[in-house]
């Protein structure tokens, strides 16, 4: 089977093939007509030349408005973001401060308690093996209450305010 060749079949907008090439250039009189799609020449006509850039120039206009929009909102939407992490920071900042001060707060409470705890124990055991002095007196000293003699000054009006744990305090 032979193969033919045929020629590339390009139509213009007119729907006719374009015409034969010359072998030696076109007839004398005659400028060669630019293909499409092709550039004009500067000597040309500069009508649709001016158009196309000028509609090249809206596009890209609008293209970097659009572009610069984007960026814009992107920007106020990071300084946004900045913003509530800032404040989540800080939030979590003070809430980490309120926790260590809590935490000193429950090891102090802890180590009165277990003091506490001594103290009734001991006291207990005073009681249990029937110690005269286990009336609360030592104990209640220990844990900056009045001793007796505390206790009989304040009755006789000499102690002048001084509070049961004698730090100066005054009770008004």
């Not at 000597?43 to 890209?60: M, V």
């Amino acid at each position: 089977m032979p193969h033919y060749q045929y020629p590339p079949t390009d139509y213009t907008p007119g729907g006719m093939p374009p015409p034969p090439p010359h072998p030696q250039g076109p007839p004398p009189g005659h400028p060669i007509p630019p293909m499409q799609g092709e550039e004009q020449s500067p000597g040309g006509s500069s009508a649709g030349r001016t158009l196309s850039q000028s509609k090249r120039a809206e596009q890209n206009r609008k293209a970097q408005r659009a572009f610069r929009e984007r960026r814009d909102q992107h920007v106020k939407a990071l300084e946004s973001r900045s913003q509530l992490l800032d404040a989540a920071l800080a939030s979590a900042d003070e809430a980490n401060r309120r926790w260590e001060e809590c935490r000193a707060l429950v090891d102090q409470l802890r180590i009165e308690n277990a003091a506490l705890r001594a103290a009734l124990n001991q006291a207990q055991t005073q009681m249990m093996n029937g110690n005269p002095g286990a009336n609360g007196n030592n104990v209640m000293m220990q844990q900056g209450g009045m001793s007796e003699q505390e206790q009989e000054r304040n009755d006789d009006g000499k102690n002048d305010g001084v509070s049961a744990g004698g730090d100066g305090d005054k009770h008004e």
